[in-house]
């Protein structure tokens, strides 16, 4: 595993190390690990695979079966009554039977059917804002994910560079030490720093081998590709964002929570105008067998007394539900703003880094090399220059790690982070 990723280090350091024409140039590495896979491939092969929109949907198609309930009207009824059956005794000869056949319909006054059907109409939509979030919380996740493991898979290259040149530098030191040219001390010193390069290495392959199979996990593949940042870093700049927030799957959501609180008001508002039932029959009298036509109207009293608790409920709730959504609104600008200013602030400290510590350090490595090997500097100075131009590069991982976990978290809040083949699908 060691030499494949020695042997790769030129390949990665070119893809995400140090290169100022970053945007121009990034190639990719597909020696050790095999295919590559892009961002937007790994973010909609996990969106396929994982549950969580399935169990959205399921809650779309319950809310919409509760919209079709709810647009029903009442049932109408029919009931049939018997009066006056035959006795025992003397009645027993007196046939008396009378039958009496109603249909009964209720007359829905003030609105409530069309408020009902407007308040299921709200759980739609909530519903399906539920299909949103549980999408963009995937695919900020595989985001999150697939950004750590192309830097590890960096950091792991830098540590291949780093333990290439302890090697090389323990190779002439033993030479120099043998010649009485450098003391024991240096090439003990050497020999540490290359097994510490070594374990570092190791360590951060393992790590690499960890994040891949954890990414492949959201599919249940196999951990046989290869990731990298062409097409994610900052490169030339960072573009700024416009800070808004409508697009939020978050505020969509508690947008149709406080539509369904003010339908559910109109709807507690409409319950103070009383139903009205009627009902039409027919009677069959006893003995002479005549036929009489019935018709009834019902009105229940105290309706609108009955109405005041449920209509101060639900405006309460809708006043609760907006200040909720104002809060949110309020929280997630917020938010945005800090991730961008952190943004900002990772690709600022990128484009210094890249136009004047690290060049410099990498001419001061070469310099020590030079020096060192014409006698004019110790391993010391080597080591030093070395070591400034290895901390320089774990810096700029840094930032891009910064710049790119605040990216995915912007990119969360504003619901951009889906790829566009799934934008254009309804839930």
Request: with cysteine.
């Amino acid at each position: 595993m060691i030499p494949k990723i020695l042997g790769a280090a030129g390949a990665l350091m070119a893809a995400i190390g140090y290169s100022p024409a970053f945007a121009e140039t990034c190639p990719r590495n597909t020696d050790a690990t095999g295919a590559h896979l892009s961002l937007e491939q790994a973010i909609l092969q996990a969106i396929e695979s994982d549950l969580r929109p399935d169990a959205a949907r399921a809650a779309v198609a319950t809310a919409r079966s509760e919209r079709a309930i709810a647009s029903l009207r009442p049932s109408d009824t029919v009931s049939l009554e018997f009066e006056n059956f035959p006795g025992i005794g003397l009645a027993a000869e007196i046939d008396n039977l009378e039958v009496t056949g109603t249909f009964n319909r209720v007359w829905e006054r003030g609105g409530k059917r069309e408020a009902r059907t407007s308040l299921a109409e709200r759980g739609v939509e909530i519903a399906e804002a539920g299909v949103v979030i549980s999408k963009a919380d995937i695919a900020y996740e595989i985001q999150a994910l697939y950004v750590e493991l192309a830097l590890t898979q960096a950091r792991a290259s830098l540590a291949a560079e780093r333990l290439a040149a302890a090697r090389e530098a323990e190779t002439l030191i033993k030479k120099r030490v043998e010649a009485a040219r450098d003391p024991l001390l240096a090439g003990s010193r050497a020999a540490a720093d290359a097994m510490v390069a070594e374990g570092e290495l190791a360590r951060l392959t393992q790590d690499a081998e960890r994040l891949r199979t954890a990414l492949a996990d959201f599919w249940g593949g196999a951990a046989d590709f290869g990731v990298d940042l062409c097409g994610l870093s900052p490169g030339g700049g960072h573009n700024e964002h416009t800070l808004d927030v409508a697009s939020s799957p978050e505020l969509a959501r508690i947008e149709a929570e406080r539509r369904q609180a003010q339908a559910a008001l109109r709807l507690a508002q409409a319950e103070r105008v009383p139903d009205v039932t009627w009902s039409a029959g027919v009677r069959k009298f006893g003995t002479d067998e005549s036929v009489g036509i019935l018709g009834g109207v019902s009105v229940p009293l105290g309706a609108p007394k009955r109405a005041a608790p449920y209509e101060q409920k639900a405006g309460a709730q809708a006043r609760q539900l907006e200040a909720e959504a104002d809060a949110l609104r309020q929280s997630l600008l917020r938010e945005s703003a800090q991730l961008e200013r952190t943004a900002l602030g990772a690709t600022d400290a990128l484009s210094q880094l890249e136009t004047g510590p690290l060049p410099e350090a990498e001419r001061a490595v070469a310099l020590a090399n030079d020096g060192y090997a014409r006698g004019a500097f110790s391993y010391l100075d080597v080591l030093d220059a070395q070591r400034l131009m290895f901390d320089l590069r774990e810096q700029r991982f840094d930032l891009l790690r910064t710049y790119h976990l605040a990216e995915a978290a912007l990119a969360r809040i504003q619901a951009r982070n889906l790829p566009a083949a799934l934008q254009e699908i309804a839930p």
